[in-house]
């Protein structure tokens, strides 16, 4: 076999590759809220379940094992329980899009999934609720 008419693969350069992207979540956290339209939720706390999927971009030099280098989850479930713990809203999608647009105020956030559940509606359903998707204007 000739290499003489074979292509010259070059290795790219960090700054010639797209940005990375790291999926950072959060699963089943299960926290106490007034939700509903209804008075009995108006009066009432219940449990709701909170899925998070971000989308983050990769800071461009090394993780150096340290935390400031990374998007905290911690720091995202505070603001979750933050906002579950502010008082009643009307619709689970509110509840959703607060969340959604805490996640996004950080700006190496590209995109996030947030999934809110009702859990103790229904007998015969372990739950209800909405799944949304946002993107961060920063893209």
Not at 36 to 54: F, S, T
Not at 113 to 130: I, M, Q, T, W
């Amino acid at each position: 076999m000739s290499t003489r008419n074979a292509p010259v693969i070059k290795p790219l350069h960090h700054t010639e590759l797209s940005p990375a992207i790291r999926h950072v979540f959060v699963r089943d956290l299960v926290v106490s809220a007034r939700v509903g339209v209804y008075d009995h939720e108006r009066a009432n706390p219940q449990r709701v379940r909170i899925n998070l999927d971000l989308s983050v971009r990769e800071a461009t030099g090394p993780l150096d094992d340290c935390l400031d280098n990374v998007l905290c989850y911690e720091q995202i479930i505070v603001k979750v329980r933050s906002i579950a713990h502010d008082g009643h809203v009307n619709l689970v999608e509110t509840m959703a899009e607060r969340i959604a647009a805490i996640c996004l105020q950080d700006r190496r956030v590209a995109s996030v999934r947030v999934r809110v559940e009702k859990l103790d509606v229904f007998a015969d359903a372990a739950s209800v609720g909405v799944e949304i998707e946002r993107t961060s204007i920063f893209s």
